[in-house]
């Protein structure tokens, strides 16, 4: 445990959701003291008779219950926009110089890299950081890409190790960063779930078919679980990505052929549709990835 950690006798934590208890579990396992605020007092009676866990009624009263010995840690995981930059306004006034903010909330990156900018007028260390993973999650590992300086990072690793847990934990660059890689992470997110989705109600549409064990092979596959992603860092550490031209990236004729027959018989395939009519227009920085990529996870 660095220097930093060894003077701090507890951690601060603000908001007590599905997340930030969680968080709040996974500290108390690794031996953490904390101090809590959550607008909702309700949200306390979890921690009735721990001598860990030291509950405020204001704001005021964590900063000052929390800081006794000096500086301070305080993970931030409240919804991001206005409750966030609220908040980093107030403990801007409210922490001491040498203190760090770690904010796991979905923000803006742009609204991370203001708040940097406020916190940094104050000498206090601002870490915007992505939380990939939900709140069960949270328990087992989760990824945290993490933005802004390097020395706050490292003062802050122990924290940022015990929630990461079995995941990982990453320094992604300035002030911004974090919250960027979080977005990029959920644009991919949100944009292959719904195509999921149509091709597991046309699985459970079809007549004759074992759904759950067509399902469990669905979830099992690897393309369709880590294999994407995981193959694409394959390649880029392989130094395959390169930037040169690449060939066209056919649709397979079984591919296309399926979802021709499934839609004249009028099943809902539209965004995979739509996603395949993008091939031959795809951009050659994509094919640039996708062509050595998608060699590394299938072989061809």
């Given at each position: 445990m660095s220097d930093f950690m060894e003077e701090q006798n507890r951690i601060g934590l603000i908001g007590l959701g599905s997340m930030g208890s969680n968080i709040a579990k996974i500290l108390?396992?690794?031996?953490?003291?904390?101090?809590?605020?959550?607008?909702?007092?309700?949200?306390?009676?979890?921690?009735?008779?721990?001598?860990?866990?030291q509950r405020s009624d204001s704001i005021e009263d964590f900063a000052e219950k929390l800081q006794r010995s000096g500086s301070a840690i305080v993970w931030l995981?409240?919804?991001?926009?206005?409750?966030?930059?609220?908040?980093?306004?107030?403990?801007?006034?409210?922490?001491?110089?040498?203190?760090?903010?770690?904010?796991?909330?979905?923000?803006?990156?742009?609204?991370?890299?203001?708040?940097?900018?406020?916190?940094?007028?104050?000498?206090?260390?601002?870490?915007?950081?992505?939380?990939?993973?939900?709140?069960?999650?949270?328990?087992?590992?989760?990824?945290?890409?993490?933005?802004?300086?390097?020395?706050?990072?490292?003062?802050?690793?122990?924290?940022?190790?015990?929630?990461?847990?079995?995941?990982?934990?990453?320094?992604v660059g300035g002030s911004g960063q974090g919250h960027w890689w979080k977005g990029a992470h959920n644009a991919y997110f949100y944009s292959i779930y719904p195509k999921a989705a149509q091709i597991a109600k046309l699985m459970m549409d079809r007549q004759g078919l074992d759904v759950q064990k067509a399902l469990k092979l669905f979830a099992t596959a690897p393309p369709i679980t880590t294999g994407i992603p995981q193959s694409i860092l394959d390649a880029y550490e392989s130094g395959l990505i390169t930037g040169k031209v690449q060939p066209e990236i056919p649709v397979s004729k079984m591919v296309s052929s399926f979802v021709d027959k499934e839609v004249s018989e009028g099943a809902d395939l539209t965004l995979i549709r739509e996603a395949l009519r993008c091939y031959p227009t795809m951009s050659e920085g994509t094919k640039s990835v996708m062509n050595p990529a998608k060699k590394k996870l299938t072989g061809h």
């Amino acid at each position: 445990m660095s220097d930093f950690m060894e003077e701090q006798n507890r951690i601060g934590l603000i908001g007590l959701g599905s997340m930030g208890s969680n968080i709040a579990k996974i500290l108390l396992r690794d031996n953490y003291s904390i101090t809590v605020y959550n607008q909702s007092n309700s949200k306390y009676s979890q921690f009735t008779g721990n001598d860990n866990v030291q509950r405020s009624d204001s704001i005021e009263d964590f900063a000052e219950k929390l800081q006794r010995s000096g500086s301070a840690i305080v993970w931030l995981m409240i919804p991001g926009g206005s409750p966030t930059n609220s908040m980093v306004d107030r403990l801007s006034e409210l922490l001491k110089e040498g203190s760090i903010v770690i904010d796991g909330s979905n923000s803006k990156y742009e609204d991370s890299m203001a708040n940097y900018k406020k916190m940094n007028l104050k000498s206090i260390s601002y870490l915007d950081v992505g939380v990939a993973g939900g709140p069960d999650d949270l328990l087992k590992g989760v990824a945290l890409s993490v933005g802004g300086d390097m020395d706050a990072f490292e003062k802050a690793e122990p924290v940022l190790k015990a929630v990461a847990g079995e995941g990982t934990y990453e320094h992604v660059g300035g002030s911004g960063q974090g919250h960027w890689w979080k977005g990029a992470h959920n644009a991919y997110f949100y944009s292959i779930y719904p195509k999921a989705a149509q091709i597991a109600k046309l699985m459970m549409d079809r007549q004759g078919l074992d759904v759950q064990k067509a399902l469990k092979l669905f979830a099992t596959a690897p393309p369709i679980t880590t294999g994407i992603p995981q193959s694409i860092l394959d390649a880029y550490e392989s130094g395959l990505i390169t930037g040169k031209v690449q060939p066209e990236i056919p649709v397979s004729k079984m591919v296309s052929s399926f979802v021709d027959k499934e839609v004249s018989e009028g099943a809902d395939l539209t965004l995979i549709r739509e996603a395949l009519r993008c091939y031959p227009t795809m951009s050659e920085g994509t094919k640039s990835v996708m062509n050595p990529a998608k060699k590394k996870l299938t072989g061809h």
